[in-house]
């Protein structure tokens, strides 16, 4: 809309200025709901997930969902979540490959050498609960939610790339369409409706475990009770929600 467009162009030339774009951070039309996060402590629903590496077999139906359910551009290499093939080889060497993202699984590997171990890791948004993306963000698209899912509000994204820039798992992308952030959100439409999301739904092996952190009855939660649990890139204090079982260390 012509409106939506002044408002952006606006943004990208008050941006030009340090002191005008701290202003925008401060005074951003979602200042009010990023302060509201801070009251998370007290919210009943506070969502993760955890992946069950040793289940994964790389089908690529949890990729073919996302994109359907969002709707996401056409070219074959935007993705909300991905999948990614690692085989360690006998003399330490690490390949790491994602034809398409995984989107239509994966065929057997032409590689030199013997291959020791072999394995899927899925990859998504961490909906860290200490994001850098939001920290960046200079007018307030990129915020959390009460319940700890990391949006972006497509109508106040000035498309300046920060919260790509700042993302250190590679979780986010341009749309070319809107020329705005695009990320994993749990598919919040549809787990603010008790739905699943589409990914968790679809897994015909129950790699994806979606679920409440703070309900002692949640898949998630048993999950963490019988497994152990990592996170990725944990030296860099993100603190994600979303935890893997059986993860190699050589996974980055």
Same mark, same amino acid.
């Given at each position: 809309?012509?409106?939506?467009?002044?408002?952006?162009?606006?943004?990208?030339?008050?941006?030009? +200025?340090? $002191?005008?774009?701290?202003?925008?951070?401060?005074?951003?039309?979602?200042?009010?709901?990023?302060?509201?996060?801070?009251?998370?402590?007290?919210? /009943?629903?506070?969502?993760?997930?955890?992946?069950?590496?040793?289940?994964?077999?790389? &089908?690529?139906?949890?990729?073919?969902? &996302?994109?359907?359910?969002?709707?996401?551009?056409?070219?074959? +290499?935007?993705?909300? @979540?991905?999948?990614?093939?690692?085989?360690?080889?006998?003399?330490?060497?690490?390949?790491?490959?994602?034809? =398409?993202?995984?989107?239509?699984?994966?065929?057997?590997? /032409?590689?030199?050498? =013997?291959?020791?171990?072999?394995? +899927?890791?899925?990859?998504?948004?961490?909906?860290?609960?200490?994001?850098?993306?939001? %920290?960046?963000?200079?007018?307030?698209?990129?915020?959390?939610?009460?319940?700890?899912?990391?949006?972006?509000?497509?109508?106040?994204?000035?498309?300046?790339?920060?919260?790509? %820039?700042?993302?250190?798992? #590679?979780?986010?992308?341009?749309?070319?369409? @809107?020329? @705005?952030?695009?990320? $994993?959100? +749990?598919?919040?439409?549809?787990?603010? %409706? #008790?739905?699943?999301?589409?990914?968790?739904?679809? $897994?015909? @092996?129950?790699?994806?475990?979606? #679920? /409440?952190?703070?309900?002692?009855?949640?898949?998630?939660?048993?999950?963490?009770?019988?497994?152990?649990? %990592?996170?990725?890139?944990?030296?860099?204090?993100? /603190?994600?929600?979303?935890?893997?079982?059986?993860?190699?260390?050589?996974?980055?």
């Amino acid at each position: 809309m012509p409106e939506d467009r002044s408002r952006r162009e606006f943004l990208i030339s008050v941006l030009q +200025f340090p $002191c005008s774009a701290a202003l925008v951070a401060v005074c951003g039309p979602l200042a009010t709901a990023a302060a509201a996060t801070e009251d998370e402590a007290s919210s /009943e629903r506070y969502f993760g997930m955890g992946i069950q590496v040793d289940k994964c077999i790389g &089908c690529g139906r949890c990729v073919r969902a &996302c994109k359907t359910e969002n709707d996401l551009p056409e070219a074959p +290499f935007y993705f909300r @979540t991905w999948i990614e093939r690692y085989a360690i080889h006998a003399d330490g060497r690490v390949d790491v490959d994602s034809p =398409e993202g995984g989107i239509n699984g994966f065929l057997p590997r /032409e590689s030199e050498g =013997e291959v020791v171990r072999s394995f +899927f890791v899925p990859k998504l948004c961490n909906q860290c609960d200490n994001p850098p993306c939001v %920290q960046v963000c200079p007018v307030g698209a990129t915020f959390k939610t009460d319940d700890g899912v990391i949006l972006v509000d497509s109508d106040y994204c000035i498309g300046c790339r920060y919260c790509i %820039q700042a993302c250190p798992y #590679g979780a986010r992308f341009l749309d070319p369409r @809107t020329k @705005t952030a695009d990320k $994993c959100t +749990f598919c919040y439409h549809r787990i603010t %409706q #008790g739905l699943l999301p589409a990914c968790v739904e679809v $897994c015909p @092996t129950g790699a994806r475990v979606f #679920g /409440e952190l703070k309900a002692d009855a949640s898949p998630l939660r048993r999950l963490m009770r019988m497994s152990r649990l %990592q996170v990725l890139k944990p030296s860099l204090n993100t /603190e994600p929600k979303v935890f893997y079982t059986e993860l190699d260390g050589e996974v980055r």
